[in-house]
């Protein structure tokens, strides 16, 4: 996990979505707004299907949120869901246990990156400023 002292941004990334998109910043924006409100639903699902031992469940949202983060920068939250991903990969083809303290102490710090994630970004694009 990243140090809290850390930007859980890589402004680097940041910009070239923007460039991409060229320089809209209401439209980045609204790319922005859409990884807010998506991120906290796969973390969720990730909590839900560990809960209930849905391995695919647990996988697939570990590997959109790895992805969807990367896109806007979150670089420390990807690399946890990168690892949460492969935990569930590995649990499909060995008797891993999803309940496993290590695999809900890694959601917490994926929960943790998200919320520092957020704020970075709220304050990077303000939605005033879009």
């Known amino acids: ?26 439209f980045l924006r609204e790319l922005i707004e859409t990884y807010l409100e998506d991120a906290p639903r796969q973390i969720e699902m990730m909590r839900t299907g560990l809960g209930r031992g849905d391995v695919e469940q647990s ?9 969807i983060s990367a896109t806007v920068g979150a670089t420390a939250l990807s690399a946890a869901a990168r690892e949460l991903e492969a935990m569930t990969l590995a649990a499909t ?20 990156e998200f919320g520092r994630a957020r704020d970075e970004l709220n304050a990077l694009v303000p939605a005033d400023e879009a």
Do not use: N
């Open 1 to 26: 996990m990243a140090e809290d002292t850390d930007p859980a941004i890589d402004a680097a990334v940041l910009d070239s979505l923007e460039q991409a998109i060229g320089d809209d910043r209401a």
């Open 93 to 112: 083809t060995a008797a891993m246990d999803l309940s496993d303290p290590e695999i809900a102490a890694l959601v917490d710090i994926i929960a943790t």
């Open 59 to 67: 996988h697939r949202a570990a590997h959109t949120l790895k992805s």
